[in-house]
T-cell receptor, first 114, second 116 residues
Framework: AQSVTQPDIHITVSEGASLELRCNYS??????LFWYVQSPGQGLQLLLK??????LVQGIKGFEAEFKRSQSSFNLRKPSVHWSDAAEYFC????????????FGGGTRVLVKP | GAGVSQSPSNKVTEKGKDVELRCDPI?????LYWYRQSLGQGLEFLIY????????KSGLPSDRFSAERTGGSVSTLTIQRTQQEDSAVYLC??????????????FGPGTRLTVL
């Protein structure tokens, strides 16, 4: 069965500082990996995705993530955080063999200090 | 173009009542998913429709939950005899046919269900 762990429930970062959100997954084969962002009262918006190929993927809003098979990780990074990045971030794993239904991590809430 | 839409945006009901939640997927998307987001359980998969295939109901928490998809488009999630633990945000997502490029799921804004 697929599983996703986001070890950090909350992260507070100063505006302009760098941000890294951790994600570890468990799956037997190479999964599809996603990062979604959810602003208060909003639905989920896809930031980026990994299916295959280059292990460093670029997404929207200046985010990137790196797939590391040896560590079963897919960490999300942003070099310089903006106040508008305050939101909840979800890592998810899907597999075509399972109909691409997503298994989500518990989420990391990011607070941005001015 | 239009995204995934869900209605109602908010629903307050009394314990024991039945509720219906509606999802309109993106036109042309053959896959449709329902998820539930609650404080205690996070984001959970409920049910998945793909074209005319039998739905994957493996995530439905009890037999009080059911869903249908008419004409391969609109879907309705029905919860019978609602309980307080059913209070959550119900999210719908749609995706193009697997194999036609991206398997990205596009999410609707959700329906917030409150059971009193």
């Amino acid at each position: 069965a697929q599983s996703v762990t986001q070890p950090d429930i909350h992260i507070t970062v100063s505006e302009g500082a760098s941000l890294e959100l951790r994600c570890n997954y468990s799956y037997g084969a190479t999964p599809y990996l996603f990062w979604y962002v959810q602003s208060p009262g909003q639905g989920l918006q896809l930031l980026l995705k990994y299916f295959s190929g280059d292990t460093l993927v670029q997404g929207i809003k200046g985010f990137e993530a790196e797939f590391k098979r040896s560590q079963s990780s897919f960490n999300l990074r942003k070099p310089s955080v903006h106040w508008s990045d305050a939101a909840e971030y979800f890592c998810a794993v899907g597999a075509q063999a399972a109909g691409n239904k997503l298994t989500f991590g518990g989420g990391t809430r990011v607070l941005v200090k001015p | 173009g239009a995204g995934v839409s869900q209605s109602p945006s908010n629903k307050v009901t009394e314990k024991g009542k039945d509720v219906e939640l509606r999802c309109d997927p993106i036109s042309g998307h053959t896959a449709l998913y329902w998820y539930r987001q609650s404080l205690g359980q996070g984001l959970e998969f409920l049910i998945y429709f793909q074209g005319n295939s039998a739905p994957d109901k493996s995530g439905l928490p009890s037999d009080r939950f059911s869903a249908e998809r008419t004409g391969g488009s609109v879907s309705t999630l029905t919860i019978q005899r609602t309980q307080q633990e059913d209070s959550a945000v119900y999210l719908c997502a749609s995706s193009p046919r697997p194999g036609q490029g991206s398997v990205e799921q596009f999410f609707g804004p959700g329906t917030r269900l409150t059971v009193l």
